[in-house]
């Protein structure tokens, strides 16, 4: 059904309904590619809607959960074994699915949509969103570790490099990626000499939530879903 553009763009949380009055009278906001106009209408569900040129979330069925992934739970919505998953985890009964994943043997925040457009962009390598994890290894971390993570380590599936690193203790430090390969924090470690024996992602892009208990989900701000758009769309420029 189609509605007033700003009246949508509020809905979105964008902001108040003058203000984005505002932005369409600028030419800031476009529908499928065309600069709207003020009095536009359009589909929320169908119609793409960009603001600056970067594509904004207004369709009122997309939902967003932030779960803190307990050690033991399967980062998918099905498991052949049957173990619990990340998806049974979720007090809606809307179809949701984990985006991107989180060993069985790891911990911390994982996204679970049914945004498909947000998903391929969070996990494409191109898009280089950050994953933020707090390891544990064994032996005596170094300034060398970290210097070794950083300028890069052989895998079987390629070099794989840390954005950031932070040692925190002799054994723990904080590595930051922009990929998704499997279990890669993981090899990564083990690949200097330092088996790792836990691991927690604490942040997903712009997602950081050190309140939200282990087990436990929430559903997304709607500032938190425009920041994750707005992640995606610094590599791309849409």
Same mark, same amino acid.
């Given at each position: 059904?189609?509605?007033?553009?700003?009246?949508?763009?509020?809905?979105?949380?964008?902001?108040?309904?003058?203000?984005?009055?505002?932005?369409?009278?600028?030419?800031?906001?476009?529908?499928?590619?065309?600069?709207?106009?003020?009095?536009?209408?359009?589909?929320?569900?169908?119609?793409?809607?960009?603001?600056?040129?970067?594509?904004?979330?207004?369709?009122?069925?997309?939902?967003?959960?932030?779960?803190?992934?307990?050690?033991?739970?399967?980062?998918?919505?099905?498991?052949?074994?049957?173990?619990?998953?990340?998806?049974?985890?979720?007090?809606?009964?809307?179809?949701?699915? +984990? =985006?991107? &994943? *989180?060993?069985?043997?790891?911990? @911390?925040?994982?996204?679970?949509?049914?945004?498909?457009?947000?998903?391929? %962009?969070?996990?494409?390598?191109?898009?280089?969103?950050?994953?933020?994890?707090?390891?544990?290894?064994?032996?005596?971390?170094?300034?060398?570790?970290?210097?070794?993570?950083?300028?890069?380590?052989?895998?079987?599936?390629?070099?794989?490099?840390?954005?950031?690193?932070?040692?925190?203790?002799?054994?723990?430090?904080?590595?930051?990626?922009?990929?998704?390969?499997?279990?890669?924090?993981?090899?990564?470690?083990?690949?200097?000499?330092? +088996? =790792?024996? &836990? *691991?927690?992602?604490?942040?997903? @892009?712009?997602?950081?939530?050190?309140?939200?208990?282990?087990?436990?989900? %929430?559903?997304?701000?709607?500032?938190?879903?425009?920041?994750?758009?707005?992640?995606?769309?610094?590599?791309?420029?849409?």
């Amino acid at each position: 059904m189609d509605e007033k553009l700003q009246k949508v763009l509020a809905a979105a949380g964008i902001a108040s309904r003058r203000k984005c009055e505002e932005y369409i009278a600028a030419g800031r906001v476009s529908v499928n590619g065309n600069i709207a106009t003020t009095g536009s209408r359009v589909d929320a569900q169908s119609d793409i809607i960009c603001i600056d040129g970067k594509r904004i979330p207004v369709d009122p069925s997309l939902t967003y959960y932030l779960l803190n992934k307990e050690r033991g739970i399967v980062s998918s919505a099905s498991d052949p074994y049957g173990r619990p998953t990340v998806v049974g985890c979720m007090p809606s009964d809307i179809r949701l699915f +984990p =985006v991107g &994943r *989180l060993d069985v043997d790891s911990e @911390g925040l994982i996204l679970l949509t049914n945004d498909g457009f947000l998903t391929h %962009r969070l996990t494409h390598p191109s898009y280089g969103v950050e994953k933020e994890y707090l390891v544990q290894v064994e032996g005596t971390l170094s300034r060398n570790d970290s210097t070794k993570l950083k300028k890069g380590i052989e895998l079987e599936d390629g070099t794989a490099y840390a954005i950031h690193v932070r040692i925190l203790s002799p054994d723990s430090m904080t590595v930051t990626v922009a990929e998704g390969r499997n279990r890669l924090v993981r090899r990564m470690c083990e690949a200097i000499g330092h +088996p =790792v024996t &836990r *691991l927690i992602r604490i942040r997903i @892009g712009p997602l950081v939530d050190r309140s939200l208990s282990p087990g436990h989900s %929430r559903l997304l701000t709607d500032r938190e879903v425009l920041a994750l758009y707005d992640a995606v769309a610094k590599k791309s420029g849409t």
